[in-house]
C-alpha cells in the first residue's frame, strides 16, 4: 500500500551519478486522493448536466444519499464500478470519460460528458486495442512506449483531415458543384 521511490542512501536502486534530483515520497492515499477529486468532479458535473436530482440519481446509482453526497464533495472514495453506475444514472455511460478524469484530464472528460467528442473516445478506445493487434501482430512487440505521442498527434492531424474533407463535401453539394 506504499509507492516510495527509494532513498538517496539505498545504493541497491541508485548512484549518485545517475540520480536526477530530489525524492519523491507518494503514498497509494496521495495517488487516490487526487484521483478521487478528479472523480468527484466529474460526477458532480453528470449529475448536475442530467436534469434529476441528486436523490434520484443516488437511487437509481444504488447508493444511498449521504454516501453519495460524500462521494459528490471528494470526501469518500469511490469505485470504479459506483462510478459507471452513477455516470450510467445520469445517462452519460461514458468509459471514456471515467479514464480520462483518472489520467487527469477531468477537464475534457466534463467537457466532453455527453458530446459526440466523447462517444468518439469511446467506441476508439473500445476499438484501437485489437485493432493494433489484428494489423500489427507479432510487430507489437516492436511498439516503443516514446512513439506514444507522436502517433497521437498524427492520428488527431489525421482525424482533422477527414472532417475537412467531409466538411469541403458538404458545402460541394450544397453549392451543386
Not at 140 to 150: C, E, K, N, S
Request: proline residues 3%; contains cysteine.
Amino acid at each position: 500500500m506504499f509507492f516510495s521511490v527509494p532513498s538517496e542512501a539505498d545504493s541497491r536502486y541508485m548512484s549518485e551519478s545517475n540520480h536526477p534530483g530530489p525524492i519523491v515520497d507518494m503514498t497509494c492515499s496521495d495517488m487516490t486522493l487526487g484521483i478521487n477529486a478528479r472523480l468527484a468532479r466529474l460526477l458532480t458535473a453528470a449529475v448536475d448536466r442530467s436534469g434529476k436530482s441528486r436523490r434520484e440519481v443516488a437511487r437509481a446509482a444504488a447508493m444511498n444519499k449521504d454516501t453519495f453526497l460524500r462521494v459528490l464533495r471528494g470526501e469518500k472514495a469511490v469505485t470504479i464500478e459506483e462510478t459507471s453506475r452513477v455516470l450510467d444514472a445520469c445517462g452519460f455511460s461514458s468509459n471514456g470519460a471515467l479514464l480520462l478524469a483518472i489520467l487527469g484530464h477531468e477537464d475534457l472528460a466534463v467537457e466532453w460528458l455527453g458530446e459526440d467528442a466523447g462517444a468518439f473516445l469511446d467506441q476508439f478506445l473500445a476499438a484501437l486495442p485489437v485493432t493494433m493487434n489484428e494489423t500489427l501482430g507479432p510487430r507489437i512487440a516492436d511498439l516503443r512506449p516514446r512513439w506514444a505521442i507522436g502517433t497521437s498527434r498524427l492520428v488527431a492531424r489525421l482525424l482533422a483531415k477527414h472532417i475537412d474533407d467531409f466538411t469541403e463535401r458538404d458545402i460541394s453539394l450544397v453549392l451543386g458543384r
